[in-house]
């Protein structure tokens, strides 16, 4: 996965670039390993036009799979910042794993239902009980069929 870091209105010590690297690492689960295209844009910004003290953005853009996904956090330390967007991308990143682990499960079901010759009329329940007709009988249970 490859890595850019923009600046606005703050040198990045040190410490904070090893913080921020070794919290990026946790979105490395998310990367396959052959994936080149992954790329990470990360944008750390001081807004000083407040009265009282200083505020840190941190904004994660993450192209991953031709998808796009992108989260921002406002903290007052550039630390807690870079916390609650890698945080908030562990999120959206765990919702999209699960969309598509169940796209691929009821895609499954469908094609299972059709080998076994039912009747498969329509789009497969995410949850709870469906009524579906089996010959002449009306069959109210779960899918996929047992």
Excluded: S
């Excluded at 990026?24 to 994936?35: I, K, N, P, Y």
């Amino acid at each position: 996965m490859q890595i850019k870091i923009k600046r606005t209105n703050i040198t990045l010590t040190p410490n904070i670039e090893a913080y921020l690297d070794k919290k990026l690492e946790t979105l490395q689960r998310f990367v396959d390993a052959g994936d080149g295209t992954a790329l990470c844009e990360v944008e750390m910004e001081k807004m000083t036009h407040h009265q009282t003290g200083d505020v840190f953005i941190a904004e994660i853009n993450l192209m991953l799979g031709g998808k796009q996904f992108r989260v921002v956090a406002q903290e007052a330390t550039p630390m807690a910042a870079i916390d609650g967007a890698k945080d908030q991308m562990l999120l959206e990143l765990g919702r999209n794993k699960k969309k598509e682990r169940a796209l691929a499960r009821h895609a499954g079901a469908a094609v299972k239902a059709m080998q076994r010759g039912l009747d498969f009329a329509g789009e497969l329940p995410r949850r709870g009980v469906r009524l579906a007709m089996w010959g002449r009988k009306e069959f109210r249970g779960y899918w996929p069929f047992k």
